[in-house]
T-cell receptor, first 114, second 109 residues
Framework: NAGVTQTPKFRVLKTGQSMTLLCAQD?????MYWYRQDPGMGLRLIHY???????AKGEVPDGYNVSRLKKQNFLLGLESAAPSQTSVYFC?????????????FGQGTRLTVV | RKEVEQDPGPFNVPEGATVAFNCTYS??????FFWYRQDCRKEPKLLMS???SGNEDGRFTAQLNRASQYISLLIRDSKLSDSATYLC??????????FGSGTRLQVQP
């Protein structure tokens, strides 16, 4: 049972490099989310998607772009990485964001920008 | 002001103690409420949903007070395995999950 899978799990980038984080879910969920978690800050929403082909900005979208070309995949891109983007990134998905709906998380991607 | 606020703790309690966490939310349009648990360096996992009438799951009891816009989590008979960070989560219909910064619980032998 895969659930939500994130790749890669770890990455070290140099300042200015670009990369894409991939999130894949096999539960046919409409909603998908990207969060970042920093010490003492909790999870902060970067971008989210309510369905294939749609995306919306969250609390901290600057420096990130996303795409949802297929329902099961949600990609997070960093065009020009900065040290401030060093964080743990979590992807999540849920069924339509309805009342009482549980969100399932991937295991996280630990990104360090040097 | 953050949309969801929690006391970061840590709460250090002995085994067998009862401990309670509160969480306040600022958006009155919030419709769904949850408590998630996060172990160190792991992903968050759902602990329980919070219903208007309050609900209980074993040693855990969740309450919602819409008038005052807060939710609570009560843990009875704390176990060492309860040590974790507890995240309060709210969601507006059609919106995204919004997390509090979490309350850290350390249960001591």
């Amino acid at each position: 049972n895969a659930g939500v899978t994130q790749t890669p799990k770890f990455r070290v980038l140099k300042t200015g490099q670009s990369m894409t984080l991939l999130c894949a879910q096999d539960m046919n969920h409409e909603y998908m989310y990207w969060y970042r978690q920093d010490p003492g800050m909790g999870l902060r929403l970067i971008h989210y998607s309510v369905g294939e082909g749609t995306t919306a900005k969250g609390e901290v979208p600057d420096g990130y772009n996303v795409s949802r070309l297929k329902k099961q995949n949600f990609l997070l891109g960093l065009e020009s990485a900065a040290p401030s983007q060093t964080s743990v990134y979590f992807c999540a998905s849920s069924y339509r964001g309805r009342v009482g709906t549980e969100a399932f998380f991937g295991q996280g991607t630990r990104l360090t920008v040097v | 002001r953050k949309e969801v606020e929690q006391d970061p703790g840590p709460f250090n309690v002995p085994e067998g103690a009862t401990v309670a966490f509160n969480c306040t939310y600022s958006n009155s349009a919030s419709q769904s409420f949850f408590w998630y648990r996060q172990d160190c360096r792991k992903e968050p996992k759902l602990l329980m949903s919070v219903y208007s009438s309050g609900n209980e799951d074993g040693r855990f009891t969740a309450q919602l007070n819409r008038a005052s816009q807060y939710i609570s989590l009560l843990i009875r008979d704390s176990k060492l395995s309860d040590s974790a960070t507890y995240l309060c989560v709210v969601i507006r219909v059609g919106g995204a999950l919004t997390f509090g910064s979490g309350t850290r619980l350390q249960v001591q032998p």
